[in-house]
């Protein structure tokens, strides 16, 4: 297993996956055809290992805790050493992210469409909707958005 993958095993990651976009345990278990208490169990497993995950990124890149929400796949803290907030999230689709705050210089980077990619991927792994043409925002703002609909503050 990988850190990058939260150590799921592909079962734990489909359940996971399945319970972060809103469905309900016992959907999950009559979808899998199993009970609703397997569910319930494995989602316990896996949301500690999401934790572990979380939890080890950031002490691996030295930010210090501030908020963990592991059902979420979303860990907030604070790197001494970039003097900004971070966040680390984790999802089925693309596994362990890190991202900083900033105010980059994006429509210079080469890597704007992959954030751009990985962040919408994240919006939609979470059935947050985005409204706006996302061609022309911004990953640094995308990021803030999906911050803010992660955490339930306000942007």
Known sequence: MSLSLGYLTQ???????????????ATIARKLNITRQTV??????ANLKVAQALEETAK???????KIDPDKGFLQGYSN??????????????GIQLWYKHEGDCEKCPK?????????SEAKDRN????????KILPSKLAEALIAKITGEKE
Do not use: Y
């Open 128 to 135: 947050f909707l985005i409204l706006d043409d996302t061609s």
């Open 11 to 25: 079962k734990q990651r489909h359940m996971w996956d399945l319970k972060s976009s809103g469905i309900p345990e």
């Open 112 to 120: 704007l469409q992959t954030c751009r990619e990985t962040l919408l």
């Open 60 to 66: 691996i890149n030295k930010i210090e805790t501030q």
């Open 81 to 94: 050493h970039f003097k900004t907030q971070a966040f680390v999230t984790f999802s089925a689709k693309n």
């Open 40 to 45: 319930h169990e494995a989602l316990d497993n």
